[in-house]
């Protein structure tokens, strides 16, 4: 691409409203790439400044913003500050006149809403508190929530940290041992769910899953159900108890804890290629900062925002989605449904009926809608939409740009957005004051040292490397739960002070940053390395294909051979004549040593609920070798659809 390639351009008048324009404008800094440098330079200028902006509270102000003194893999954010995450996000706002502003807004599968302002939700997290401090739960103790996207799963990780205690979220779709692996390494105290929720119109039996989950998990001494449907359930006297009944009789107030920054908030697992998921440490004032700064300068959310991204709790997008909305005294939409029921217009209609102005939503979400044709999107009124936001994985051009010109008009950014669950949010992303180019990132945000390297551990620029962050940030995990060696292992062992982060990215010559996916799920092909994600952007370009997923496996000349598996759109069938096709489409493109050794067709592609599409699972599907952990798969039917694929 060259900048010929740039696909939107921000108004003058709006990037100077902008939060980041307005920030840039107030420290006396002419330009993007000024900020970024000296960001890094200068951690405690920057996040200084940041964090007046943000007008985060400190119940008592910090000595200094970086004791690094452990080394960059083990620092102290922020040392000697005290604070609360539920202080920073409710209380502060209802003080400041808030009270009545909306905070949440819930829609259930089924069509039913809910509202509340920030003055009930500070009385809902203190009942629930209070709740919880009955039961035991102290400062330090863990707390699992296993609920349904509701204004529930935002009350009940608020009233956790209010207390000092920890969270631990679980996606609700997980099945029994999925939730049970995080009760029992995280040793969890109490567990809240829920007696079930809908999806797609039927009901998701979330109660007979905790308790398949519980008779697993020892530590868990009491459960607390949240009534959302009504219905029977089974029921372990002494202890279980009604969540509406639990916090009946308590106090409406509860004063926060005060904590210091770097005490862990929540521990949110994610999935290891082998073994067992990683508990990984986020923290108050980490967590709270870097998420708060990440959604004001590259989303551009303020106060006057409906933030909404399609997500679940169990995923760090869930968490990050409400705490970003809170944090900023905006209203965050929460979506217990799915985008495409009980029709295919579900989520342009949500826009429409709740003015939401920020959406975030994954490029596999957007494939998937894609087939149901534009007259969707073009049905309902978006004009409250002025940011797309965009996580999860790579994107192909061809639904970018669906996105881009169908959904946003041609006249919004998409802000592009990657990063992890061990950074509390991103290492590079767009912003609303930047050109964009299909698919790619305008850099390193702002406090991320980010780079990317050589096999050598050199930069490289106009070519695959990995992606690195050579510096500490504010926000990184605090190691994986009972387990440093592991954490040090997977992110600091190959270069001395330098987080390896796992994907592959490469730097075109206009300085615009492009992801290549995975770097564990790398292709090399006759001595070329590249990443899955160019093959399949390749593929989904084809009128045919919805969907691609594309591995490397041995092969005795080429070192690694291409395998594609297609997933078509609805009223296309597989042939010989459209394998061949799609075969020769990639060789055209790519060069006749990559042209793939297989295309098979496939009814769906394992994906996680964040939308990634899992490679691994898919590669040691086909090679018939164990898949290793699926805890995170949003679709486990999808296993037995790739080993079935021809």
């Known amino acids: ?383 409250s939409l002025r940011i797309l936001g965009s996580t999860g994985e790579p994107w192909n051009p061809e639904p970018y740009r669906w996105l881009f010109e169908q959904v946003g008009g041609s006249r919004l950014p998409i802000i592009n957005y990657t990063g992890g669950t061990e950074i509390s949010g991103g290492i590079l992303g767009c912003f609303p004051i930047a050109p964009l180019k299909p698919c790619s990132f305008t850099g390193p945000i702002p406090g991320m040292a980010a780079d990317v390297f050589g096999d050598d551990g050199r930069p490289v620029r106009g070519q695959v490397g990995e992606l690195v962050v050579t510096k500490p940030w504010p926000g990184m995990t605090q190691g994986f739960w009972h387990d440093p060696a592991r954490y040090e292992e997977t992110y600091w062992s190959r270069w001395p002070g330098v987080w390896v982060h796992g994907d592959w990215a490469v730097i075109d010559d206009d300085g615009f940053w492009f992801l290549q996916g995975r770097s564990d799920d790398t292709l090399k092909i006759a001595g070329k390395r590249l990443g899955p994600a160019e093959v399949e952007s390749i593929l989904v370009g084809h009128p045919a294909v919805a969907e691609a997923g594309v591995i490397g496996v041995p092969h005795e000349v080429k070192g690694e051979a291409v395998v594609c598996f297609v997933v078509l759109k609805p009223g296309r069938q597989p042939s010989d004549p459209l394998r061949a096709e799609l075969s020769e489409r990639v060789a055209h493109e790519m060069g006749k040593a990559l042209k793939p050794e297989r295309v098979l067709f496939a009814r769906d592609l394992p994906k996680t609920r964040s939308a990634k599409i899992m490679r691994r699972v898919i590669r040691a599907t086909y090679l018939k070798k164990e898949p290793g952990d699926l805890s995170s798969l949003e679709n486990p039917d999808a296993v037995k659809a790739i080993a079935e694929a021809s």
């Open 1 to 383: 691409m060259t900048a010929d390639d740039i696909i939107w351009r921000p108004r003058p008048e709006v990037a100077a409203r902008s939060r980041i324009g307005t920030f840039l404008r107030v420290q006396s800094i002419a330009t993007l790439s000024e900020l970024q440098r000296r960001s890094v330079a200068d951690p405690e200028w920057y996040w200084t400044k940041v964090v007046e902006d943000l007008g985060i509270r400190w119940l008592r102000a910090p000595r200094r913003v970086l004791d690094d003194a452990r080394g960059p893999a083990w620092p102290v954010w922020f040392p000697g500050g005290l604070m609360n995450l539920a202080d920073c996000c409710v209380d502060r706002h209802v003080e400041s006149g808030r009270a009545a502003h909306p905070a949440l807004i819930w829609e259930g599968d089924d069509g039913s809403t809910r509202q509340v302002t920030y003055g009930e939700l500070l009385g809902e997290v203190s009942c629930l508190a209070n709740a919880l401090r009955a039961l035991g739960v102290g400062e330090g103790d863990r707390v699992g929530i296993f609920l349904p996207m509701s204004l529930e799963a935002a009350i009940a990780t608020l009233a956790v940290v209010r207390i000092g205690a920890i969270y631990t979220p679980c996606f609700s779709g997980f099945g029994a041992q999925a939730v049970a692996s995080r009760l029992q390494d995280s040793e969890a105290k109490v567990l809240i769910t829920a007696d079930g929720f809908h999806r797609r119109g039927q009901v998701v039996r979330m109660k007979e899953t905790a308790d398949e989950a519980l008779a697993l998990s020892p530590t868990v001494k009491a459960v607390l159900v949240y009534r959302r449907l009504g219905r029977e359930i089974p029921w372990t006297a002494g202890r279980d108890r009604w969540w509406h009944e639990a916090v009946a009789t308590v106090s409406q107030t509860c004063p926060v804890v005060p904590v210091d920054a770097d005490r862990p908030c929540l521990i949110i697992y994610t999935s290891g290629t082998t073994g067992r998921p990683k508990g990984t440490v986020l923290t108050h004032g980490g967590f709270l900062i870097k998420c708060a700064h990440d959604f004001a300068y590259c989303m551009d959310v303020g106060r006057d925002d409906r933030l909404f991204w399609l997500t679940d709790l169990g995923w760090l997008m869930g968490p990050m989605a409400i705490t970003a909305a809170l944090v900023h005294g905006a209203t965050g939409v929460v979506f217990e449904g799915v985008p495409d029921f009980p029709k295919p217009d579900r989520l342009w209609g949500l826009v429409e009926r709740h003015r939401i102005t920020v959406m975030g939503l994954s490029p596999t979400a957007v494939r998937a809608l894609m087939p149901h044709g534009a007259d969707h999107p073009r049905g309902h009124d978006l004009s």
